[in-house]
């Protein structure tokens, strides 16, 4: 079993940064395929940035567009997403998520082949 509690949401003024962080109890993390997805009300989730179990490579949704980072460290048993040049746009609740295997797909998999979610962090950027 594997929890993720995610901080480092708030209240940004476009064009500013946030990095938001995921921390997770449970073995072998190591294993894990995780990601970052976002929601806002009325919407579907959607995939934000994800790191693949089986060779940690990135993947990215075309609005990010350079200007988030997605990073995993095994020892701390923690993820992050550095996001810069903020958007109105990027206002959602931002969720951490795990699974493992990564699903065999390529680029960002679907939000329901995830296993693994935390709670949400917010994240609200003015114009």
């Known amino acids: 079993q594997m929890q993720l509690a995610e901080s480092g949401g708030g209240l940004v003024q476009s064009g500013e940064s946030l990095r938001l962080t995921c921390v997770a109890s449970?073995?072998?993390?190591?294993?894990?395929?995780v990601g970052w997805f976002r929601q806002v009300p009325g919407k579907e989730r959607e995939g934000v940035a994800v790191?693949?179990?089986?060779?940690?490579?990135?993947y990215y949704a075309d609005f990010v567009n350079g200007r988030f980072t997605i990073s995993k460290d095994n020892a701390k048993n923690t993820v992050y997403l550095q996001m810069n040049n903020l958007k109105p746009e990027d206002t959602a609740v931002y969720y951490c998520?795990?699974?493992?295997?990564?699903?065999?797909?390529?680029?960002?998999?679907?939000?329901?082949?995830?296993?693994?979610w935390g709670q949400g962090t917010q994240v609200t950027v003015s114009s």
């Open positions: 790191i693949k179990s089986s060779d940690d490579s990135t």
């Open positions: 998520a795990a699974t493992v295997p990564s699903p065999p797909v390529i680029g960002i998999p679907r939000y329901t082949l995830y296993a693994f």
């Open positions: 449970g073995r072998n993390f190591h294993w894990y395929g």
